[in-house]
């Protein structure tokens, strides 16, 4: 309900205020009187296009406020303040079209003064009736004289209707894809050829690069590996393991007289075996660091096959192929893997892409049987 409308600068009025009382108010008057004014007036409160030559001549602006009763539907609303017991709504027009649009003393669009004004007020003007001429219209006053069942029955069919057309969009996708079905199948029979002959691995990529780094430092490995295996154990003179062995057996001699020297002994006695174990190791890597720098020009020893058994450039070779396919298909070898994995997918869509076309023509040719039949019962 409208409790107060106010008006300033409007056309030819330069102000007014209407208090309207409970119950039917009208307003008379002569042609000229200014009923239509306070419709401009109210249209532009509703969001109404503002158009020029609508400010009073000589004014700065026009402004026009109204003070609604709160509707239950809108309390609590988030365009309204917290605690709002009346609903104020104002524009402001200048000569040049602009205008601003307030709620409640805030700031707001037009299209805020549309949404709360039609839940506010229901305005019509003098040729509303010409509605009643358009078949929509008649239509909705002959779907609301039917009842609720008409009302369940037209929005199933609304339903329905939506659907047809979901399924038309995804008959025409599929029928557009079918086109380029045959170059896109070639593309992915070469992309997953070209992966598929090289064979990728990720435990393959982790043990070249570990063996390209082992041959890249061939000598430091064999030149520390032999510096340890000789000092504990060497081909002449005596090492770290005979003096150890010498010292236990010293303190052994004496384990008799002072048993703390026993357990001494006893320790650089497991000592000296823990020395000899270590050269063992030393000696059995370097023996299998030899044999892998004898790897021949094809990168296969006589019994071996697989990365132990390749040379520094059959390596370097291999880790080349994966290092291109990470550039043309992911960065890493497993977005790599997964590009197969995706290109295996998509074949096999494409392939039975004939299916899923007619599988669609028959799911919307049952979709149109339904819309039809009810719209033959509305």
């Not at 004014?59 to 605690?83: K, N, Q, W």
């Not at 305005?123 to 909705?140: I, N, P, S, V």
């Not at 086109?179 to 990720?202: C, T, W």
């Amino acid at each position: 309900m409208l409790h107060e409308l106010r008006v300033e600068n409007l056309l030819l009025m330069e102000r007014a205020e209407l208090r309207l009382a409970p119950g039917l108010n009208m307003l008379t008057g002569e042609t000229g009187a200014g009923k239509t004014l306070l419709a401009h007036a109210l249209d532009l409160l509703l969001g109404g296009k503002a158009r020029r030559g609508i400010v009073r001549p000589g004014a700065e602006e026009a402004y026009v406020e109204g003070i609604f009763a709160l509707p239950p539907e809108l309390a609590g609303t988030e365009r309204l303040p917290a605690g709002t017991e009346e609903v104020v709504l104002a524009r402001r027009v200048w000569p040049d079209g602009r205008t601003r649009a307030y709620v409640c003393g805030r700031a707001a669009t037009v299209a805020d003064l549309q949404e709360l004004g039609g839940a506010l007020i229901a305005f019509y003007g003098q040729h509303e009736h010409r509605k009643l001429m358009l078949g929509t219209a008649q239509l909705d006053v002959l779907d609301a004289y039917c009842g609720s069942a008409q009302a369940d029955l037209r929005e199933r069919a609304r339903i329905a209707y939506e659907d047809v057309r979901e399924r038309r969009r995804a008959l025409r996708e599929l029928r557009d894809r079918a086109g380029s079905r045959e170059r896109e199948l070639d593309l992915l029979g070469f992309e997953l050829s070209e992966i598929e002959s090289a064979a990728p691995s990720l435990e393959e990529q982790i043990e070249l690069t570990a063996r390209r780094d082992r041959l890249r430092h061939l000598e430091a490995l064999r030149a520390a590996a032999l510096g340890g295996a000789e000092a504990i154990t060497p081909e002449t003179g005596g090492g770290v393991a005979e003096l150890l062995a010498a010292a236990a057996d010293r303190l052994g001699s004496v384990a008799e007289i002072d048993p703390q020297l026993a357990a001494a002994g006893e320790r650089m006695a497991a000592l000296r075996y823990e020395a000899e174990d270590v050269a063992a190791e030393l000696r059995g890597y370097l023996s299998g660091l030899e044999d892998g720098a004898l790897a021949g020009g094809d990168g296969e020893l006589a019994g071996e096959a697989g990365p132990a058994a390749l040379g520094l450039e059959a390596i370097e070779e291999r880790l080349a192929v994966l290092a291109r396919l990470e550039r043309k298909y992911g960065g890493e070898l497993s977005e790599v893997l997964a590009h197969a994995e995706r290109c295996r997918g998509r074949r096999a869509e494409l392939e039975h892409a004939e299916e899923a076309l007619e599988a669609a023509e028959r799911e919307l040719a049952a979709a149109e049987a339904e819309l039809a039949e009810l719209a033959g019962r509305l």
